[in-house]
């Protein structure tokens, strides 16, 4: 089998979608499976091509600006990128499947159509508003280009809201290196509560660290740990000195499974998510995760569907309340860690999650 990915970001890009697509690409290679990925050099130091992880990598066009700070994507790395992307058609139809990300969104709507049955949409997250339901709605009216959601909700939106088959939807998380993961007993502090991932504005760290502040927990002993960099990080650092906050940055992939062990609670607060991988590798730890009820945050809906933690009102109030929930009932939060450890393991693995994934692609199309 032969499966070509197109994504915008790739390493030395550090995110969320660059690991699933490195991580997916090498269980697939493990299987005997061809892998293609297609992205954009955003780092013109990158290699144009190379092979990591027995996946080869072609960086199609160059965007040294492409993370544009106000527009977020510049617009005209991602008319290139569609560009060097439709002259080669004839190399992505040579491919059994094409898995598109869906940011941009661009060459789906432009390729969708001409891949004949072989186009498949990785949809990340769903975001309200007019715009973004347009655009949704243009993917899902696509002919024979199939959908994989990161999370169960995003598939139930797309199913429900744009009225895409059911036949040509699934879901496929961002899967976890249980190899790498460490393995039970974790000695977990009853008292550490963990917050990993970017340190930007949507994602709402400042709002947590008020919010722990504010909380009776710093004069009982509590600890909150920051984990990520990003554009937040100075001034969290500037603005609060609480003795019970370790704000530190960004850190190893080691240090963050020692952390989530040792951690009893992690806290996502983001207005806008998909499926955050550290909630899957928190609860294969057995940390559960506490997050807040956005309208466009995905992490809420995963915590429900898997069992993995809770969610509350998107007020700072609530989250002070939740957190003295946590100090109040230490019990009911560690046996929800436990409870959620095998599931954990059952669906998170990079195994199942790619096993159901080749069936999925595989399967004969009317």
């Not at 965007?63 to 992505?92: D, M, N, S, V």
């Not at 809201?161 to 879901?171: I, L, N, R, Y």
């Amino acid at each position: 089998m032969k499966i070509a990915f197109v994504t915008e970001l790739f390493a030395p890009s550090v995110g969320g979608q660059e690991v699933r697509f490195e991580e997916l690409g090498a269980e697939l290679v493990k299987r005997g499976v061809e892998v293609n990925l297609y992205t954009i050099r955003h780092d013109l130091s990158s290699p144009r091509d190379e092979v990591r992880g027995g996946m080869a990598v072609h960086r199609i066009t160059d965007c040294a600006g492409y993370k544009h700070p106000r527009l977020r994507r510049h617009p005209w790395g991602i008319l290139k990128f569609t560009w060097a992307l439709r002259q080669r058609l004839a190399e992505l139809q040579s491919h059994d499947a094409v898995v598109f990300n869906i940011w941009p969104v661009l060459p789906p709507l432009v390729l969708g159509r001409a891949l004949r049955g072989k186009a498949v949409v990785d949809v990340c997250e769903t975001r309200s508003g007019r715009f973004w339901h347009w655009i949704y709605q243009r993917l899902a009216d696509l002919p024979k280009v199939r959908l994989l959601g990161v999370s169960p909700e995003i598939v139930r939106h797309m199913l429900r809201v744009h009225g895409a088959p059911s036949k040509d939807a699934h879901v496929a998380v961002s899967g976890v290196d249980l190899e790498a993961a460490p393995q039970p007993p974790f000695a977990k502090d009853p008292r550490q509560i963990m917050y990993f991932g970017r340190l930007t504005e949507h994602k709402n760290p400042r709002m947590l660290v008020e919010a722990f502040c504010r909380s009776t927990l710093p004069g009982r002993g509590y600890r909150l740990v920051v984990a990520g960099g990003g554009p937040e990080l100075e001034g969290l650092r500037r603005d609060f000195s609480n003795p019970a906050l370790d704000i530190l940055g960004r850190v190893s992939d080691e240090q963050k499974w020692s952390l989530l062990c040792a951690s009893s609670l992690l806290v996502l607060p983001s207005r806008r998510e998909g499926f955050p991988r550290v909630v899957a590798e928190a609860a294969c730890v057995g940390t559960p995760t506490l997050t807040l009820d956005y309208p466009d945050n995905g992490t809420r809906f995963v915590v429900q569907d898997y069992g993995v933690g809770r969610s509350v009102d998107a007020t700072e109030q609530a989250l002070v309340a939740a957190l003295e929930q946590f100090a109040s009932a230490p019990q009911e939060w560690a046996a929800l860690g436990s409870g959620s450890l095998k599931r954990a393991r059952d669906e998170f693995g990079w195994e199942p999650v790619t096993t159901r994934l080749l069936n999925f692609l595989t399967l004969e199309r009317n």
